[in-house]
């Protein structure tokens, strides 16, 4: 079995066990998530069509899952999602993911037109 990747996450994979695999420790709670990860060298600069492909993936498992998904790409700083403001349909993205972060999937319309698919 290949090791997990961050980029797994941005692909919509929220698995809790395969995160501490790469040395991600996360605990969901009601109003947020609480994540504690090794320090890291790793950065990634999604484009728009990646993170809204994830959110698309996480979307099909289900809102909690997506909620938990929003949570840890906003919140781990090796993903870094400041460059989805220069690309077209970034910031309506990044407010999707903001939305779905508080328990609203509402931007599902707008991660699925920018797939690029």
Known sequence: MP????????????DE??????GIEVAFQQDGVRIEAAPSDEEIRPSVAEVA??????????IEVLQKWARL??????IDLGALEDEA??????????DAADGSPAGIDVATRLTGS
């Open 3 to 14: 090791h997990p990747t961050l980029t797994d996450l941005l692909s919509g994979v929220v």
């Open 17 to 22: 066990v395969a995160l501490a695999e790469i």
């Open 53 to 62: 492909t994830g959110y698309v993936a996480a979307w099909a498992q289900g």
């Open 73 to 78: 790409i906003l919140g781990l700083t090796e």
């Open 89 to 98: 349909g970034g910031d309506a993205l990044l407010n999707a993911i903001w």
